[in-house]
């Protein structure tokens, strides 16, 4: 008895020492990548930023991550994900929480909610009541994006997607009557049509299609204590209603 009453103490004494020494491991060197998505994260006057970029900028800072903003790399999408998947100590951002994903990454967030709409032109009065009446329309997508999946899942056929490497070049296809709409937030297409010269007075939101919660997403080999501590550091910002603020900073639209 005293033998297994020794042993217990030993190994929870191991147990603690070994906890202690994890939250003392320096930090490791992150692969910090994301892509082009307005208002959350894009490159402006030679300068990386956005509602993410800026979260993520303190997020380091608080978990004591020498590196910052100028560690961040832009790339499209679907190298993005793909990258974020195969290398070690990664993190990818802005990236939808889905089943589908829970065990490809760990995650730290929800930072933000999104809602994914098919966007038409006012003038073709598309009416959809449901996903059934999806089959005779072709829609602009960026290859791999949620909202891309959305669609597959409404059982939207692939042949149906004109798919791209990013948003603006499906607000182009719509514009030229190339699509007959696109997917994704009624804020990104404002956004991305205003700096491109398209009207989105001439366009409506027709049908949602989904609506998470966008996260940071860590390759799914990072250690516990990582995600663990930034977590703690994401849940104080969000306290002090830092994650408001940088919304309302970058807001240069409204929904209506």
Not at 157 to 185: F, G, H, P, W
Request: a positive charge.
């Amino acid at each position: 008895m005293k033998n297994i009453f020794r042993f217990s103490v030993t190994f929870l004494i191991v147990m603690a020492f070994s906890a202690k020494i994890a939250t003392c491991e320096p930090l490791p060197e992150f692969n910090i990548i994301t892509e082009r998505w307005l208002p959350y994260q894009f490159e402006e006057g030679g300068k990386v930023q956005g509602v993410s970029v800026d979260l993520l900028v303190l997020l380091l800072k608080h978990v004591g991550s020498s590196q910052g903003r100028e560690s961040i790399k832009i790339y499209p999408w679907a190298r993005a994900y793909r990258e974020a998947q195969n290398n070690r100590n990664t993190i990818l951002f802005l990236t939808t929480r889905t089943p589908e994903r829970e065990n490809l990454f760990k995650w730290v967030g929800p930072a933000i909610k999104n809602r994914w709409l098919l966007i038409a032109k006012k003038n073709r009065r598309l009416k959809i009541e449901s996903a059934t009446d999806l089959n005779d329309y072709t829609f602009g997508t960026v290859i791999d994006d949620v909202g891309e999946n959305h669609l597959l899942n409404l059982a939207v056929k692939r042949e149906q997607l004109e798919r791209n490497t990013a948003y603006i070049n499906c607000i182009k296809m719509i514009q030229a009557d190339r699509v007959d709409m696109v997917v994704m937030s009624w804020e990104t297409f404002s956004l991305y049509a205003m700096q491109g010269g398209i009207d989105r007075e001439n366009f409506e939101k027709v049908f949602t299609i989904g609506e998470r919660d966008l996260y940071y997403a860590f390759h799914k080999d990072t250690s516990d204590w990582i995600i663990d501590k930034f977590q703690k550091a994401f849940d104080g910002l969000n306290a002090e209603g830092k994650i408001d603020a940088l919304i309302w900073k970058y807001k240069t639209t409204k929904e209506n």
